[in-house]
């Protein structure tokens, strides 16, 4: 599929829930948030449902996200499922790592090609206040168990924050090289104003929006063509191509904000 700039568009994130174990800085909002009722989350076979469409029409890698995906129970049962789905070259997932010991392996037979793990900082005590709580240790056993089920190539999600430093970089850096991992360098930014707040550091995401080729289903059956826009587009069940078409055709040649979601409730 190719959207009005010539895009090709062939992926696509997947947001299986809203619900998380952590509480990141940058993504929950700080007082809170209104979460889905369990009966307006898609269900695994809708989410497949799409996916087939999806393949059909040039769709070729989808990347599982939250909140956290795997605090949604079975999600296993959905990585068989798009595994298997004709025209899907990759299915890959975003989590932080916390869960992965015991699921890794797990994950692996069902389908699953690779992860990235989030981990801003290798400091306990920052990463206890980055992640509203989380255990560091929790995280680094889970890459250890991505590592055993050869969920490869593994690439560490560095958010660099404002308060960031070029030791915190070389630190992860040198960490991942020591265990053969990719270190992929986030930029913090705001989705309310697309104010980029860490400029001080080459970063490898956000993508810029010239070489944009994804969408973006929500948890709740929504498409957004763009992670800085409040446009969305409702999944007809009845026509997926269509909503598909739809959401591919709104795809604006550059995003400006996003005041509808929060991070949590988009996956990123």
Do not use: W
């Not at 992926?11 to 979460?35: F, K, Q, W």
């Not at 030791?167 to 270190?183: A, N, T």
């Amino acid at each position: 599929m190719l959207d009005r700039f010539n895009r090709r568009i062939d992926y696509l994130r997947i947001s299986v829930t809203d619900r998380c174990n952590h509480r990141c800085v940058y993504c929950m909002p700080e007082a809170g948030g209104a979460l889905k009722s369990r009966s307006e989350i898609l269900s695994y076979e809708q989410m497949e449902s799409v996916v087939k469409v999806a393949a059909k029409m040039g769709i070729i890698k989808v990347r599982l996200t939250g909140g956290e995906p795997l605090v949604r129970k079975d999600i296993e049962r959905l990585v068989v499922k798009l595994a298997a789905t004709d025209g899907i070259e990759q299915v890959c997932m975003t989590t932080n790592g916390s869960l992965l010991v015991g699921m890794a392996a797990k994950l692996k037979r069902s389908g699953l090609g690779r992860v990235n793990i989030s981990i801003d900082t290798l400091d306990a005590d920052r990463y206890r206040l980055v992640t509203g709580g989380g255990d560091l240790r929790d995280a680094l056993a889970g890459v250890d168990a991505a590592k055993r089920a050869e969920l490869t190539p593994i690439k560490i999600n560095m958010v660099i924050l404002d308060d960031t430093t070029e030791e915190d970089i070389e630190l992860m850096k040198v960490f991942c090289e020591q265990r053969g991992l990719q270190l992929q360098k986030i930029m913090q930014f705001s989705l309310y104003d697309r104010a980029d707040l860490s400029r001080r550091f080459q970063t490898q995401r956000p993508p810029e929006c010239s070489r944009c080729n994804r969408l973006r289903l929500t948890a709740d059956g929504f498409l957004k063509p763009c992670l800085f826009s409040d446009n969305e587009i409702k999944v007809d069940f009845d026509d997926i191509a269509g909503s598909i078409l739809k959401a591919v055709a709104q795809k604006p040649e550059s995003g400006s904000s996003c005041r509808n979601r929060f991070m949590s409730q988009i996956g990123g």
